[in-house]
């Protein structure tokens, strides 16, 4: 089965970028709809973009206009870049896949694939 893995994550002053990727093992990348959440300290975790493999996609509205998800089928990579950061975007940022039937697709508990998070920090 697929692997997910993030990077990307680090500490940014407010008003920059970041761009995290998500690396993918196997061939059954574009099989999945795949998303970003992220989750700051006390709170859930929370939705921020999510991509389908017709390549539609959906930013929440606190991301959108500085987000962007996109996929890199042919580097089996995910990718989330970042700009103009605002502080409230601290948090744990996490790559996830659904490879089985779900209820929905906007919460964490639609998807049952996660890498391990990257750490996102932005200063102001």
């Known amino acids: 089965q697929v692997q997910l893995v993030e990077s990307g994550g680090g500490l940014v002053q407010a008003g920059g970028s970041l761009k995290l990727s998500c690396s993918t093992s196997g061939r059954t990348f574009s099989n999945y709809r795949m998303g970003w959440f992220r989750q700051a300290p006390g709170k859930e975790r929370e939705l921020a973009a999510i991509?389908?493999?017709?390549?539609?996609?959906y930013h929440v509205d606190s991301v959108k206009g500085r987000f962007t998800i996109s996929r890199d089928n042919a580097k089996n990579t995910l990718y989330l870049q970042m700009n103009n950061l605002k502080p409230e975007d601290t948090a744990v940022y996490y790559c996830?896949?659904?490879?089985?039937?779900?209820?929905?697709?906007?919460?964490?508990?639609?998807?049952?694939?996660w890498g391990q998070g990257t750490q996102v920090t932005v200063s102001s």
């Open positions: 996830a896949a659904n490879t089985r039937p779900s209820a929905g697709w906007s919460t964490s508990r639609d998807y049952d694939l």
């Open positions: 991509r389908w493999n017709n390549g539609n996609t």
